[in-house]
Protein backbone atom coordinates (compact mmCIF):
# COMPACT_ATOMS: atom_id res chain seq x y z
CA UNK A 1 0.00 0.00 0.00
CA UNK A 2 2.81 2.18 1.07
CA UNK A 3 4.50 1.68 -2.57
CA UNK A 4 1.76 2.44 -4.53
CA UNK A 5 0.75 5.84 -2.55
CA UNK A 6 4.36 6.65 -3.39
CA UNK A 7 4.15 6.03 -6.73
CA UNK A 8 1.03 7.72 -7.26
CA UNK A 9 2.54 10.82 -4.88
CA UNK A 10 5.43 11.20 -6.70
CA UNK A 11 6.33 9.21 -9.68
CA UNK A 12 9.56 10.60 -10.81
CA UNK A 13 11.13 10.10 -7.43
CA UNK A 14 9.34 6.17 -7.67
CA UNK A 15 10.60 5.58 -11.18
CA UNK A 16 14.36 6.43 -10.19
CA UNK A 17 14.09 4.57 -6.82
CA UNK A 18 13.17 1.33 -9.29
CA UNK A 19 15.77 2.06 -11.73
CA UNK A 20 18.52 2.26 -9.05
CA UNK A 21 17.06 -0.52 -7.31
CA UNK A 22 16.79 -2.36 -10.48
CA UNK A 23 20.94 -1.90 -11.56
CA UNK A 24 22.12 -1.93 -7.66
CA UNK A 25 20.57 -5.63 -6.49
CA UNK A 26 22.18 -7.78 -9.58
CA UNK A 27 25.82 -6.40 -8.00
CA UNK A 28 25.24 -6.65 -4.20
CA UNK A 29 23.16 -9.71 -4.89
CA UNK A 30 26.69 -11.57 -6.39
CA UNK A 31 28.99 -9.75 -4.08
CA UNK A 32 26.86 -11.39 -1.10
CA UNK A 33 26.51 -14.86 -2.72
CA UNK A 34 29.96 -15.05 -4.09
CA UNK A 35 29.90 -14.41 -7.85
CA UNK A 36 32.79 -12.27 -8.87
CA UNK A 37 32.81 -13.68 -12.11
CA UNK A 38 29.15 -11.93 -12.80
CA UNK A 39 30.50 -9.05 -10.56
CA UNK A 40 33.01 -8.33 -13.19
CA UNK A 41 30.40 -8.61 -16.06
CA UNK A 42 28.00 -6.36 -14.36
CA UNK A 43 30.97 -3.85 -13.87
CA UNK A 44 31.90 -3.84 -17.35
CA UNK A 45 28.25 -3.23 -18.74
CA UNK A 46 27.35 -0.78 -15.92
CA UNK A 47 30.45 1.01 -16.72
CA UNK A 48 29.65 0.98 -20.43
CA UNK A 49 25.90 1.87 -20.41
CA UNK A 50 27.10 4.75 -17.85
CA UNK A 51 29.67 5.98 -20.36
CA UNK A 52 27.04 6.10 -23.02
CA UNK A 53 24.70 7.57 -20.60
CA UNK A 54 26.95 10.58 -20.40
CA UNK A 55 27.44 10.76 -24.14
CA UNK A 56 23.49 10.97 -24.82
CA UNK A 57 23.27 13.79 -21.86
CA UNK A 58 26.53 16.16 -23.48
CA UNK A 59 24.86 19.16 -25.20
CA UNK A 60 25.04 19.74 -28.36
CA UNK A 61 25.00 16.58 -29.00
CA UNK A 62 27.77 14.91 -30.86
CA UNK A 63 26.32 13.17 -34.83
CA UNK A 64 28.39 9.61 -33.42
CA UNK A 65 26.34 9.05 -30.24
CA UNK A 66 22.80 7.82 -31.58
CA UNK A 67 25.04 4.97 -33.46
CA UNK A 68 27.15 3.87 -30.91
CA UNK A 69 24.15 3.88 -27.97
CA UNK A 70 22.23 2.14 -30.71
CA UNK A 71 25.46 -0.12 -31.55
CA UNK A 72 26.06 -0.68 -27.96
CA UNK A 73 22.78 -2.00 -27.27
CA UNK A 74 22.06 -4.11 -30.54
CA UNK A 75 25.46 -5.65 -29.66
CA UNK A 76 24.56 -6.55 -26.16
CA UNK A 77 21.08 -7.92 -27.16
CA UNK A 78 22.96 -10.34 -29.61
CA UNK A 79 25.68 -11.56 -27.27
CA UNK A 80 22.51 -12.27 -24.73
CA UNK A 81 20.67 -14.32 -27.22
CA UNK A 82 24.09 -15.91 -28.91
CA UNK A 83 24.37 -17.25 -25.05
CA UNK A 84 20.64 -18.38 -24.55
CA UNK A 85 20.63 -20.03 -27.70
CA UNK A 86 23.76 -22.21 -27.00
CA UNK A 87 22.22 -22.77 -23.38
CA UNK A 88 19.59 -24.04 -24.67
CA UNK A 89 21.62 -25.99 -27.92
CA UNK A 90 23.39 -27.54 -24.89
CA UNK A 91 20.20 -28.62 -22.51
CA UNK A 92 18.52 -29.81 -25.59
CA UNK A 93 21.56 -32.38 -26.40
CA UNK A 94 21.73 -33.24 -22.68
CA UNK A 95 18.28 -34.11 -22.46
CA UNK A 96 18.13 -35.54 -25.39
CA UNK A 97 21.36 -38.20 -25.05
CA UNK A 98 23.39 -36.81 -27.44
CA UNK A 99 26.81 -37.09 -25.30
CA UNK A 100 26.13 -40.94 -24.98
CA UNK A 101 25.36 -41.40 -28.63
CA UNK A 102 28.95 -39.91 -29.38
Known amino acids: MVIYRWKRKSPESFRNYS ?4 WIIPGAMSVYLGFPRFLLIWAL ?4 AGYLVHL ?4 PLRPTTPR ?4 WFLRSFQVTSLIGHGGYAVFMA ?3 GLRQAL
Open 56 to 59: CQQR
Open 68 to 71: QAYT
Open 19 to 22: LFGL
Open 94 to 96: EFL
Open 45 to 48: YSAG
